[in-house]
C-alpha cells in the first residue's frame, strides 16, 4: 500500500460515525449487514449514515451489493489487512537504533 492511499483510508476512519459503521461491518463479517441493520445498530439518521457509507465506499474500505431492495454493505478485509499491514510493516525497525542528540535550535 501507498503512503496516499493510506492517508486517505485514515482519513476516512478518522470520523466517529465512519470508524463506528467500519468496526460493526468487521464485528459483522464476510456478509455484511443491510444499511437498514447498520442505521438501527447506530441510531443515525439514513441521510446521515449514507453520507458516512459514501465516503467508506470511496477509498474502497466498503463494498456494497444490492440484493433486491436491500443494499448490502461489506467490509473489504484485504483493503483493511493491507493498512494494517502499512501501519505495522516497520514495528521496531528503530528499536536498535543509536540515538541522535536532539539538535538545539538557533533561538
Request: aromatic fraction near 2%; glycine fraction near 8%; proline fraction near 7%.
Amino acid at each position: 500500500m501507498k503512503l496516499e492511499q493510506a492517508a486517505l483510508c485514515l482519513e476516512k476512519l478518522g470520523h466517529p460515525t465512519r470508524l463506528s459503521i467500519f468496526r460493526l461491518l468487521v464485528r459483522a463479517g464476510d456478509e455484511g449487514l443491510p444499511v437498514g441493520r447498520i442505521q438501527a445498530h447506530l441510531g443515525v439518521p439514513a441521510s446521515t449514515l449514507s453520507h458516512h457509507v459514501g465516503h467508506l465506499v470511496s477509498v474502497g474500505l466498503v463494498v456494497q451489493d444490492r440484493e433486491g431492495r436491500v443494499l448490502r454493505c461489506r467490509p473489504n478485509f484485504p483493503l483493511m489487512d493491507s493498512l494494517i499491514g502499512f501501519l505495522t510493516a516497520e514495528c521496531c525497525v528503530l528499536a536498535d537504533a543509536p540515538e541522535r542528540p536532539e539538535t538545539e535550535s538557533a533561538a
